[in-house]
């Protein structure tokens, strides 16, 4: 087997004309111990797939795929490339549900990382060692579905969430990982505490807070750049069984934002998001089915006369102690809001349905062809103090009036507070900053429309000075990225050469090379 791997090896090295190129993926690839050789593929299924990500906007061909069996085979991989003379580039690979080729590594080794998934997630809940509460250890390449249902085994469940299941730990502790429940507990990444880390030295480091704590702010948001996440130790709450989801709708974006951010400063309330609906982004798209058809029709009616419909979107949750008294609760919490009359809805969902909720459109979607399409997407952080000229110049002067937009369109604030400025993540420099999501998707070969209406929403906020920062990022330029930084630029350089000097990791971000 190892001889076949260095026979395919050397025969694709040949192929390569340029000298620098080959020496991307060296011959000691083929050296490895019989382990690791048999764990990486050539093929050009493995190759394929491994240089396609959710976007489908961009390609990036690694020269192999390794399918590692433990995180030896990792240690081994990454210090095969520091040691080399040669070092080539590694990607860790959760889903690649990146959109713009960040889990890609051109000419380089695309690791993937569920292959290390084994049955049974979370064996099991303890008590946090450090402090209160409970938590559970989970693997990098873990997806959060699994990991949720491995926690309500033991009556538990994470705190942070992502709107969708379906992506990796690893994955979205690069970026972040947030969602509706960010106001309250913030956003994944500051819901860990303890990781296992393979550096771009290969070291296998465990780090916390407490130990080893410049590589563990450094990974939480780091967009893949340190290490490679292997374990995270993540934070769990007591798991209800329920939940009441409320949705209101607003056609006055002012009142809308006003009660959002009213909401996010009570206590009371498990998850606060909203959404936009217009023409094309129909009341009931991928996210989840809400409304009956009779509801629909009433919503339609509005969005003739409003052209662009706000969604408030609230859940509390509750189980056996509360159940009667919750929709007393609910009652009292959004006492006060300035939601158009009539136009509340109501559902009483489990509490794993909730959370899935993504899940149930995507297969739908899938059934229909319609999930494995391009989806120029742009997700921004736009600050408070700027969200109603955002509104105005973006919702209602481009989107609404180009109607090219078709898929949902998220906008819901987030405390700061509640993020840890010692980690990479970027995030604008006010208390109460918005999370926009422009999620779109388009057909097969029609998707530059959208990528020149996102180039005409980032130009309006350049003009307009509106500080906004991009979430799961792409840039260009040195430039771009340094201004995404801000002061963490340095710092973000810094560990950058501490931790992976050689530039090995996760090139497919574009922020140390242009692979
Ligand atoms: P990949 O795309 O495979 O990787 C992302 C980056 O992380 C790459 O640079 C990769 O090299 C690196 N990486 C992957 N694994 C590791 C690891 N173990 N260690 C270190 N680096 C690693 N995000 C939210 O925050 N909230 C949401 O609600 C949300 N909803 C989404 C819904 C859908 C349908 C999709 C497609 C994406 C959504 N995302 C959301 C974005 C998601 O967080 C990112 O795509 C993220 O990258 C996770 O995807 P992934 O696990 O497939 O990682």
Redesign the pocket.
């Given at each position: 087997i190892v001889l076949f791997i260095i026979g395919r090896l050397m025969s694709f090295i040949r192929k390569l004309n340029c000298p620098w190129t080959s020496s991307l993926l060296p011959p000691e690839l083929g050296s490895l111990d019989v382990a690791i050789a048999k764990r990486a593929r050539f093929d050009g299924d493995a190759i394929e797939s491994a240089s396609r990500?959710?976007g489908k906007l961009f390609q990036a061909k690694p020269s192999a795929v390794l399918y590692p069996s433990s995180v030896n085979d990792i240690v081994s991989l990454v210090k095969l490339s520091y040691d080399s003379p040669f070092p080539f580039t590694i990607?860790?690979?959760?889903?690649?549900?990146?959109?713009r080729g960040?889990?890609m590594a051109q000419n380089g080794v695309v690791v993937e990382?569920t292959s290390l998934k084994k049955n049974g997630s979370v064996s099991r809940v303890f008590q946090n060692p450090n402090g209160l509460g409970f938590c559970a250890d989970v693997g990098?390449?873990e997806l959060w579905i699994d990991v949720l249902m491995g926690s309500l085994e033991h009556g538990f469940a994470p705190a942070s969430?992502?709107?969708?299941l379906?992506?990796?730990?690893?994955?979205?502790?690069?970026?972040?990982?947030?969602?509706g429940q960010s106001f309250l507990h913030g956003?994944?990444i500051t819901n860990v505490f303890e990781m296992d880390?393979v550096t771009g030295k290969g070291e296998f480091v465990t780090c916390s807070k407490h130990t080893n704590s410049n590589l563990f702010y450094a990974?939480l948001g780091g967009?893949?750049q340190f290490?490679?996440?292997?374990r995270a130790r993540i934070a769990l709450d007591k798991a209800p069984n329920r939940v009441k989801w409320v949705r209101m709708l607003y056609h006055d974006f002012l009142t809308f934002t006003r009660d959002q951010e009213h909401l996010i400063s009570i206590n009371g309330l498990d998850y606060v998001e909203g959404s936009l609906i217009m023409d094309k982004s129909t009341p009931n798209n991928w996210r989840s089915s809400f409304f009956s058809p009779c509801d629909q029709s009433k919503i339609a009616s509005l969005i003739t006369k409003h052209g662009i419909i706000y969604c408030l979107e609230v859940v509390k949750y509750y189980g056996d102690l509360t159940v009667n008294t919750v929709d007393e609760e609910v009652g009292r919490l959004i006492e006060g809001l300035s939601f158009l009359p009539g136009f509340i809805f109501k559902k009483d969902d489990s509490f794993v349905d909730f959370l899935n909720r993504?899940r149930s459109g995507?297969l739908k979607l899938q059934a229909k062809g319609l999930w494995d399409v391009p989806?120029p997407w742009l997700n921004l952080f736009v600050p408070k103090s700027r969200i109603m000229d955002f509104n105005e110049g973006v919702f209602v002067n481009i989107l609404h009036k180009q109607n090219i937009a078709s898929g949902p369109i998220l906008v819901y604030p987030m405390n700061r507070n509640k993020w840890d400025d010692r980690m990479s993540a970027a995030v604008p420099d006010e208390e109460i900053f918005y999370s926009v999501?422009l999620?779109l998707s388009s057909e097969e070969n029609d998707w530059k429309a959208l990528e020149n209406q996102n180039k005409e929403i980032l130009g309006f906020c350049a003009k307009a000075g509106i500080k906004v920062k991009q979430?799961?990022p792409h840039y260009r330029t040195k430039e771009d990225w340094m201004n995404h930084f801000g002061s963490k630029w340095e710092i973000f350089q810094e560990r950058k050469i501490q931790f992976d000097p050689k530039m090995i990791?996760?090139p497919?971000?574009r922020i140390f090379s242009s692979v």
């Amino acid at each position: 087997i190892v001889l076949f791997i260095i026979g395919r090896l050397m025969s694709f090295i040949r192929k390569l004309n340029c000298p620098w190129t080959s020496s991307l993926l060296p011959p000691e690839l083929g050296s490895l111990d019989v382990a690791i050789a048999k764990r990486a593929r050539f093929d050009g299924d493995a190759i394929e797939s491994a240089s396609r990500d959710f976007g489908k906007l961009f390609q990036a061909k690694p020269s192999a795929v390794l399918y590692p069996s433990s995180v030896n085979d990792i240690v081994s991989l990454v210090k095969l490339s520091y040691d080399s003379p040669f070092p080539f580039t590694i990607a860790a690979r959760g889903r690649g549900h990146s959109v713009r080729g960040q889990a890609m590594a051109q000419n380089g080794v695309v690791v993937e990382m569920t292959s290390l998934k084994k049955n049974g997630s979370v064996s099991r809940v303890f008590q946090n060692p450090n402090g209160l509460g409970f938590c559970a250890d989970v693997g990098g390449e873990e997806l959060w579905i699994d990991v949720l249902m491995g926690s309500l085994e033991h009556g538990f469940a994470p705190a942070s969430w992502t709107d969708y299941l379906y992506l990796t730990v690893g994955g979205t502790l690069s970026n972040a990982g947030i969602s509706g429940q960010s106001f309250l507990h913030g956003p994944q990444i500051t819901n860990v505490f303890e990781m296992d880390v393979v550096t771009g030295k290969g070291e296998f480091v465990t780090c916390s807070k407490h130990t080893n704590s410049n590589l563990f702010y450094a990974v939480l948001g780091g967009l893949g750049q340190f290490g490679i996440i292997t374990r995270a130790r993540i934070a769990l709450d007591k798991a209800p069984n329920r939940v009441k989801w409320v949705r209101m709708l607003y056609h006055d974006f002012l009142t809308f934002t006003r009660d959002q951010e009213h909401l996010i400063s009570i206590n009371g309330l498990d998850y606060v998001e909203g959404s936009l609906i217009m023409d094309k982004s129909t009341p009931n798209n991928w996210r989840s089915s809400f409304f009956s058809p009779c509801d629909q029709s009433k919503i339609a009616s509005l969005i003739t006369k409003h052209g662009i419909i706000y969604c408030l979107e609230v859940v509390k949750y509750y189980g056996d102690l509360t159940v009667n008294t919750v929709d007393e609760e609910v009652g009292r919490l959004i006492e006060g809001l300035s939601f158009l009359p009539g136009f509340i809805f109501k559902k009483d969902d489990s509490f794993v349905d909730f959370l899935n909720r993504v899940r149930s459109g995507e297969l739908k979607l899938q059934a229909k062809g319609l999930w494995d399409v391009p989806h120029p997407w742009l997700n921004l952080f736009v600050p408070k103090s700027r969200i109603m000229d955002f509104n105005e110049g973006v919702f209602v002067n481009i989107l609404h009036k180009q109607n090219i937009a078709s898929g949902p369109i998220l906008v819901y604030p987030m405390n700061r507070n509640k993020w840890d400025d010692r980690m990479s993540a970027a995030v604008p420099d006010e208390e109460i900053f918005y999370s926009v999501g422009l999620l779109l998707s388009s057909e097969e070969n029609d998707w530059k429309a959208l990528e020149n209406q996102n180039k005409e929403i980032l130009g309006f906020c350049a003009k307009a000075g509106i500080k906004v920062k991009q979430y799961l990022p792409h840039y260009r330029t040195k430039e771009d990225w340094m201004n995404h930084f801000g002061s963490k630029w340095e710092i973000f350089q810094e560990r950058k050469i501490q931790f992976d000097p050689k530039m090995i990791l996760s090139p497919g971000q574009r922020i140390f090379s242009s692979v």
